[in-house]
């Protein structure tokens, strides 16, 4: 779930930014924030039982991080005439990576300490390919069917980690390719759209009616959220939607909200009719338009509400907070201090956000934005100590007995 902060759209080489564009290039978009602190709460609510088409959540981060990681790129692109892989690659590694280190080590000492031994067992078995970010293709390789709840993994959601890593490698390589000379934004604006159909018709073609955990999981089959999203970030669809009068954009991003929030509501899970035929293809798409017109009317009435302390704050948290809210939702009792339901769900939410909290405190923004040892050398040096101590956890925890323990999961919803 992409996790970049929130920068402005690039003002298109062919024509004058907006005011609005140029303003937001120059800061922080508060509403982008907003729409990702909406879409781990609809996650975060899904996982505990009560929305369930809260996952299409992930759905809007893989287009919220298409459309800021092209954006980034492309400014680069214009702005130097080429792009830093390396610098690139280094900085996703520094904003993704030590927080999910340390996620990783703390859920495996915690299911050690008081997770059931299947739990355990299964942890452990996962926690190399949460390592080399091949988290989802793990999952589908073993057939550990997303939605059966009977194989619940404490790093089950981790795999849109993988996947958004994995577009990381790639897409930057391609925007290299393509930005480069007269009309480069077209191009990268018509290998995103080209991609997005591809991956669409994968999703049709490969889309299994029992169990479609290959379509939902496969990176292939994923990318045309990701791809929508870098579409909205291009040079065609600013101008395009910069024609769009104010007044108007600032009504169809209402409008378009409001869908993405009713579709979470009224969506049934992978049963759904024609959501593996085009519905997922579909929700990605709306996000995408609503993406891109917001970044131009931040400031219109739609963008000030989701860009509000509350949804921006959550936001801000959400990588952490997707982070952490998994384990906690299955290491914390069936009942808590004598309740369950919402009122279990409120406790664990609790917990995550100050998990959350205390990572972004304490890992995240240290490593980011003050740390001058995570960079360079010192920075590689780092990362591998890092690696190493948490390989050193992983191999001093007990392997538990095949048959040992059993997960009780009547209680958990699949992740």
């Known amino acids: 779930m992409p996790f970049s902060r929130s920068p402005s759209r690039a003002p298109s080489p062919s024509r004058p930014a907006p005011a609005a564009g140029r303003a937001a290039a120059r800061g922080h978009l508060a509403p982008l924030d907003g729409l990702r602190g909406c879409a781990v709460a609809a996650v975060l609510l899904f996982h505990a039982g009560h929305v369930e088409g809260g996952f299409l959540g992930v759905d809007l981060f893989f287009v919220l991080s298409g459309f800021l990681i092209t954006g980034l790129l492309l400014r680069e692109a214009a702005g130097r005439g080429r792009i830093d892989l390396a610098a690139f690659w280094a900085r996703r590694a520094r904003r993704l990576l030590p927080a999910l280190a340390v996620m990783g080590v703390g859920t495996l000492l915690l299911a050690w300490a008081f997770g059931p031994p299947a739990l355990l067992r299964l942890a452990l078995d996962d926690a190399p390919w949460v390592a080399v970010q091949g988290t989802n293709w793990h999952f589908i390789a073993e057939q550990a069917g997303y939605w059966d709840a009977s194989d619940t993994r404490l790093f089950a959601h981790l795999w849109s980690i993988a996947v958004e890593w994995q577009f990381y490698l790639v897409w930057p ?51 045309f959220s990701l791809l929508l999203g870098a579409l909205a970030a291009t040079a065609p669809i600013r101008d395009l939607c910069a024609r769009v009068p104010r007044p108007a954009a600032d009504v169809v991003v209402a409008l378009l909200g409001c869908g993405l929030v009713a579709s979470w509501v009224l969506t049934g899970g992978q049963s759904t009719p024609g959501l593996f035929r085009g519905g997922m293809f579909a929700h990605s798409l709306a996000a995408a338009v609503l993406i891109a017109l917001l970044a131009g009317v931040p400031d219109g009435r739609t963008g000030r509400l989701v860009g509000s302390a509350v949804p921006r704050r959550l936001g801000e948290l959400s990588y952490s907070l997707y982070l952490w809210h998994w384990p906690v939702y299955l290491l914390l009792p069936e009942v808590v201090f004598g309740i369950g339901g919402w009122g279990r769900t409120a406790v664990a939410i609790g917990l995550s956000l100050g998990a959350a909290v205390a990572a972004k405190r304490w890992v995240e923004d240290p490593v980011r934005f003050r740390a001058r040892w995570a960079t360079g050398r010192r920075g590689l040096l780092t990362l591998a100590a890092a690696a190493a101590v948490a390989a050193g956890v992983w191999a001093a925890i007990p392997q538990p007995h095949p048959g040992a323990g059993t997960v009780d999961v009547d209680r958990l919803m699949a992740p």
């Open 173 to 223: 390589l391609v925007v290299l390719a393509a930005a480069r000379g007269r009309g480069g934004e077209w191009r990268v604006a018509s290998l995103a759209a080209a991609g997005a159909l591809l991956s669409l018709a994968l999703m049709v073609g490969l889309a299994d009616p029992v169990d479609t955990t290959r379509v939902y999981e496969g990176t292939d089959t994923r990318a």
